[in-house]
């Protein structure tokens, strides 16, 4: 009877690729045949064109070698302006992350109709009339799902009436600190009813009740983000929307992250009207005790919620969150007293997954080991801030959490699964043994952000395996 190499079956070799660099993935495809033509495809699926400075350019892939290989090609990342020398058919192309040129990105888009995400950065360059092309390029693409404008994009054509259409097919629409200097009025009658998630992050010049017309058009949405930058006419929108969501304008709504001057009786009225939140993203806002009662009826649903810088925000209503929602999974908040996460049991949902808050203490107090041992049973962390971070307080010398072996950090050992830990602008900062500490216990550690007590020639010339921040 004839045995299976389980290492030939492409059902192994595909799980062994997701673990692999580009580097080791290529090194495996000498193996043996098989290898080769399972490998192969994983090698080529996620292409990223990166600036060519120095010996970067070196590494990008050759497009004589690219074009041989682009039928693999499904998640595609130009960060260049040297875009001609990529503009080619990638028939499963799926996602594309471009930086917008003059001359050659509507063909790009025109030769790969099989985009369902698209990302523009960077249109600065583009001409009017080169931008019409690229709507139009945009517009044909039949099965574009999202469309995302990254951090500095810049919006501009003689007529939207492309942009609008191929707005109609989408599923998601993300536009993030981008400018628009051209009209963006929105067709008569025309309804973007397979909208689902929707982001209006600090868009530049444009007015807040466009960014409202916008989000009023899209009746069954689950998600929306609008970050509105400080404008005179922002109050009259901002009242607007909430008299939209008291009339049920969003009945399906399930994630909403706001910040566009609401107060705290309005901001309740808004969540009087969402009847299934998993998601609340409501930092540098005036949330507080009217926003809070009325979000208690939501605690049974709730897996993530931000109110950071929240200065209607107590310690006690920061405890009552994290101890009556069994499904959190991310919060992130201001301060939290230790006499209020030792007052009782469970103190936080052990499922979460990022926390972020600052413990603090009254003088005099020994309570830090003891908060130490309740965050150590939190075993599924992948994110730990502790530090402070709220404009305009700053900490005395006994509040905060002490990163020092003495007080109790070593109790954090089972915290294994950790990526991220801050603890910023706190009075005991960590030391050169416990950031040691970390790095030995933490393996899984990206970033840390603190500011230790170690001298900046002895830090720097210290060599780390992850990401270290002192700002």
Not at 243 to 265: C, Q, Y
Request: aromatic share 10%; charged share 20%; hydrophobic share 40%.
């Amino acid at each position: 009877m004839a045995t299976l190499d389980p290492f030939n079956l492409p059902e192994i070799s595909s799980l062994i690729a997701r673990h692999l660099n580009k580097r080791d993935l290529g090194s495996c495809l000498g193996v043996c045949k098989a290898w080769h033509n399972a490998l192969l495809p994983h090698l080529w699926s996620d292409i990223d064109v990166k600036p060519s400075l120095g010996e970067q350019s070196l590494r990008n892939p050759d497009p004589n070698i690219l074009k041989r290989y682009s039928h693999f090609v499904k998640n595609l990342e130009i960060r260049t302006f040297l875009l001609k020398e990529y503009v080619m058919p990638y028939p499963n192309l799926r996602t594309l992350n471009f930086v917008v040129t003059n001359g050659c990105s509507a063909d790009l888009l025109s030769l790969n109709t099989s985009i369902t995400h698209l990302t523009f950065n960077d249109q600065h360059y583009l001409e009017a009339i080169e931008n019409q092309e690229l709507w139009r390029a945009v517009a044909d693409l039949p099965h574009l799902t999202t469309l995302i404008f990254d951090f500095g994009t810049t919006i501009s054509a003689f007529d939207m009436s492309d942009f609008w259409q191929a707005c109609t097919r989408l599923d998601g629409l993300f536009i993030f600190t981008s400018s628009v200097d051209c009209s963006v009025e929105i067709p008569d009658g025309m309804v973007f009813s397979r909208m689902r998630k929707l982001v209006l992050q600090e868009m530049y010049r444009i007015a807040p009740k466009d960014n409202l017309e916008l989000i009023r058009r899209c009746p069954n949405l689950k998600c929306l983000t609008w970050y509105s930058v400080v404008d005179d006419d922002l109050e009259p929108a901002a009242m607007e929307f909430v008299r939209l969501a008291k009339n049920g304008a969003w009945p399906n709504l399930e994630s909403l992250g706001i910040r566009v001057g609401l107060g705290d009786d309005d901001m309740a009225t808004v969540l009087e009207n969402i009847s299934f939140v998993t998601k609340l993203e409501f930092d540098d806002s005036s949330f507080g005790l009217t926003s809070f009662t009325t979000l208690k009826r939501s605690f049974g649903m709730l897996k993530d919620l931000n109110v950071s810088n929240c200065p209607n925000m107590s310690s006690r209503m920061v405890q009552e969150l994290l101890s009556s929602c069994p499904r959190l999974e991310v919060f992130m908040g201001d301060f939290l007293e230790a006499e209020d996460v030792l007052a009782g049991q469970p103190w936080v949902c052990l499922s979460i997954m990022v926390l972020k808050v600052c413990f603090t203490f009254r003088a005099g107090q020994s309570l830090m080991p003891a908060i130490y041992e309740r965050l150590s049973h939190l075993t599924r962390l992948t994110s730990l801030n502790v530090g402070h971070e709220l404009k305009g307080v700053r900490l005395s010398h006994h509040q905060g959490l002490d990163i020092q072996l003495e007080a109790g950090l070593g109790l954090l050992a089972k915290l294994k699964h950790l990526e991220y830990f801050g603890a910023k602008d706190l009075p005991g900062s960590p030391g050169l043994k416990e950031i040691e500490w970390m790095a030995e216990n933490w393996r899984s550690l990206v970033a840390i952000r603190c500011r230790p007590q170690i001298e900046p020639e002895k830090l720097s010339k210290t060599k780390w395996n992850f990401w270290f921040s002192t700002s």
